[in-house]
T-cell receptor, first 114, second 116 residues
Framework: NAGVTQTPKFQVLKTGQSMTLQCAQD?????MSWYRQDPGMGLRLIHYSVGAGITDQGEVPNGYNVSRSTTEDFPLRLLSAAPSQTSVYFC?????????????FGPGTRLTVL | AQKVTQAQTEISVVEKEDVTLDCVYETRDTTYYLFWYKQPPSGELVFLIRRNSFDEQNEISGRYSWNFQKSTSSFNFTITASQVVDSAVYFC?????????????FGKGTKLSVIP
């Protein structure tokens, strides 16, 4: 099992550009989520999905879109990148939705918006 | 609303010293889950432990131990005989059973530096 994979590892964008951060898992997990990590802030939830076809907003959803057409994939789209979106992005998954389930994290994508 | 406070921003210890990382949480739920994650310099997040609110037993795993006290809303993490490989940022996190998002609310992290 590859676990949770994320691509790219690093990305530099200019303000206003759009891009998609990819996340995939091969563990047949129902629950997937996206977090962003900023210095001194811990991780904050952007969007989450409890199963294919179902997504919802987390704590900091503005400027991001998600979709979940398959169980395996959960891409995060930046529609018009802003410098405030410079961050490290982590995708996570767990077997089912539930507070007690261990969430497995991907290796992260470091995004810089100029 | 759920909240996790890690008051220690950075800690430095000399190798082989014991060190305790503090975690204080706030929640209105009676059922909740507490976690510790390690983030080494390479950047990935490594799961260390999960605890539910009904299990106040302390846990020991090798050099690591966790002290869960509901009376003080704390879930502290102790590393015994620290090693250089323990140098990392450690995050405490909370998940409420009643929260539909099942989100993990993270503390801001404690950066531990173990000096040889």
């Amino acid at each position: 099992n590859a676990g949770v994979t994320q691509t790219p590892k690093f990305q530099v964008l200019k303000t206003g550009q759009s891009m998609t951060l990819q996340c995939a898992q091969d563990m047949n997990h129902e629950y997937m989520s996206w977090y962003r990590q900023d210095p001194g802030m811990g991780l904050r939830l952007i969007h989450y999905s409890v199963g294919a076809g179902i997504t919802d907003q987390g704590e900091v959803p503005n400027g991001y879109n998600v979709s979940r057409s398959t169980t395996e994939d959960f891409p995060l789209r930046l529609l018009s990148a802003a410098p405030s979106q410079t961050s490290v992005y982590f995708c996570a998954s767990s077997y089912v939705a539930g507070g007690d389930n261990e969430q497995f994290f991907g290796p992260g994508t470091r995004l810089t918006v100029l | 609303a759920q909240k996790v406070t890690q008051a220690q921003t950075e800690i430095s210890v000399v190798e082989k010293e014991d060190v305790t990382l503090d975690c204080v949480y706030e929640t209105r739920d009676t059922t909740y889950y507490l976690f510790w994650y390690k983030q080494p310099p390479s950047g990935e997040l490594v799961f260390l432990i999960r605890r539910n609110s009904f299990d106040e037993q302390n846990e020991i795993s090798g050099r690591y131990s966790w002290n869960f006290q509901k009376s003080t809303s704390s879930f502290n993490f102790t590393i015994t005989a620290s090693q250089v490989v323990d140098s990392a940022v450690y995050f405490c996190a909370l998940s409420e059973a009643g929260a539909g998002s099942y989100q993990l609310t993270f503390g801001k992290g404690t950066k531990l530096s173990v000096i040889p």
